[in-house]
């Protein structure tokens, strides 16, 4: 049976069973992964995911269902499920069924090209990878990860209303994190690539960013505990940004949850700070023509120089501040209810480069990584104390690694101490994304 088919079967059968406005939503997932150790493969995966989920409105309430399998069998199934479930909802709030935007930007995120790359080009460069790093210096012991992976995504949103909408997007990534051993000393690094152009990725490049970060991690050394002029590198200010990304959702302002409530037109960055949500990047690991209504999906900044301009918000948050929905509703999977989410978020880069921000400080901390932050934050209150790795700088240079450091304040303290934004953009495995970010000050504690 079609998908064509069976939702035009599913559609039937809903309306005969009392249910008015209906959706389908259709996902197919395909993921390729393959790591390795010491030249052999370590994991292998080849998994094909996907499935149905339905929606639709029954005594003014809106149930929720879903099926991996599309068959007769799974129709009755999905109405039963969503009938009980609107018995377990306690929402007044009405969702609706979106009829469609008037106009749907194309997109291109798709590669042919990557769809085509062989099973075994990938394992033998992700292989490649691993050799090259292994050679470079013999205090490069071993591999925690050597992986490649690729997936692919196609969406099919159709509902009673006359929408059908399709998109697929698909990417390749490289992860590496290196193992490096000088007499009791151990470190590690975290290298990775995204891409949709297998061909221009270089393995001897990825091996020996690698190798650079993890052998530059030796020799660390305690210094002062005090507050530092920090300057958040790349990857680092990227996940601290994802770890409050939330609090930018409507969804948690409406519930109590976000300390942006009641924030909108107030500043609540530095100038230097513009946060925009772009669904159209070719590369982004969350692009998107529409979003999980069925809205057409659209560039859209949030903060604007410093200042708060827009929430995001799907039809049912923007219904109860009687505002436009921003083309923002989200699901996890096709088994998810459909929540508030960004696309490619990001602070908007300078045309500063990292060497020059590095460069402008006399005296200060180089973070690189921080770890802990899911138990070491406080989305509500934005207090946070986190692990971090990192380098002390004296006179514009990096002098030496640091030994594990603690490093504590306030996310939106620290956005309003913003000096200066990198041109670095970098999006580390995650939608979410962010150039170097120079701050004023934070309190740094090394044990």
Known sequence: MTIQEFQAKLFSAAESSGFTDVEMYFEKKEVFGCQVYKGEIDQYEIAEDGGISFRGNINGKMGYAYSEKIDEASIPFLLENAKENTTIMHDEDIEEIFAGSRQYEQGNFFSTALNEVTTPEKIQFIKDVERELLALDPRIVATDYCMIRTESVSRNLSNNKGLTLTDQMNYLYVL?????????????????????????????????????????????????????????????????????????????????????????????????????????????????????????????????????????????????????????????????????????????????????????????????????????????????????????????????????????????????????????????LSPIGSPSVLVKSLAVTVE
Do not use: W
């Open 176 to 428: 590496v994190e290196a193992i490096v051993k000088d007499g009791e000393e151990t470190k590690t690094s975290f290298e990775f690539k995204v891409t949709k152009d297998f061909y221009r990725l270089d393995a001897k490049e990825i091996a020996q960013k690698a190798a650079e970060e993890a052998l530059s991690q030796l020799g660390s050394r305690n210094i002062d505990s005090k507050d530092y002029p920090v300057l958040l590198r790349n990857d680092a200010a990227a996940s601290l940004l994802a770890t409050y990304v939330s609090n930018f959702s409507a969804e948690n302002t409406q519930a109590g949850i976000s300390s942006l409530k009641d924030k909108l037109g107030k500043q609540i960055a530095g100038g230097k700070i513009t946060i925009v949500d772009d669904p159209f990047l070719e590369d982004g690991l969350a692009s998107r023509t529409f979003d999980s209504e069925g809205v057409a999906t659209k560039k859209l900044t949030l903060v604007e120089t410093g200042v708060l301009q827009s929430l995001l918000h799907n039809q049912k948050t923007a219904k109860k501040e009687q505002t436009e929905t921003t083309g923002h509703a989200h699901k996890d999977s096709y088994k998810s209810a459909v929540k508030v989410g960004p696309s490619n978020l990001f602070i908007e880069p300078s045309s500063i480069s990292f060497e020059d921000l590095l460069s402008s400080m006399n005296e200060g901390i180089l973070i690189t990584d921080l770890s802990g932050l899911h138990s070491g934050a406080n989305t509500v209150s934005g207090d946070f104390s986190v692990a971090a790795n990192g380098y002390y700088i004296a006179d514009g240079k990096v002098q030496f690694p640091v030994n594990l450091m603690t490093i504590a304040g306030n996310f939106y303290q620290l956005l309003q101490n913003v000096e200066e934004i990198g041109s670095d953009l970098t999006f580390p």
